[in-house]
């Protein structure tokens, strides 16, 4: 299956690091993608961050996001199934292939140096299946 991104899910991913622009751009691309995919944020601004944090949708308040870097270290993806599925039996799929497609990148030299990506869904506490996050490492 081939698909694209629309101009507004383009217009969020620009705004993270390159690295994140590349992984989401050949996850999509390559064949094996298992669904469409949304980009839902990159970069955040102040008062979003806040009001995500008020909400309880963030346990993090400006500027302790990553997606309040800019670029952004993080990235919200969402796979398109009938919709926008929040749905844990489309994230585990979409998370393999995505982390599949980092790990080819990341042999091929083309991501990672100095980073590692991370993905919400991983995290003991508060998942977060469309979060993706590039966290430096410590040399």
């Known amino acids: 299956m081939s698909w694209a991104y629309s ?48 909400s309880g949708a963030s346990q993090l308040s400006w500027p302790n996001s990553y997606h309040n ?21 489309h994230y585990h799929p979409l998370a393999a292939h995505i982390k599949a497609v980092w790990k080819r990148l990341q042999q091929a030299g083309k991501v990672g140096a100095g980073h590692r990506l991370e993905w919400g869904g991983d995290w003991q506490s508060f998942k977060d299946g469309p979060h993706w996050q590039l966290v430096a490492i410590n040399k």
């Open 69 to 89: 870097r800019f670029p952004s270290m993080a990235v919200d993806v969402a796979p398109y199934y009938r919709g926008i599925s929040w749905d844990w039996v």
């Open 7 to 54: 101009s507004r899910s383009l217009q969020r991913l620009n705004t993270c690091h390159p690295d994140l622009i590349l992984l989401m751009t050949e996850a999509l691309a390559d064949p094996a993608c298992p669904f469409d995919i949304s980009i839902l944020e990159g970069h955040r601004s102040e008062q979003k961050q806040n009001e995500l944090k008020a």
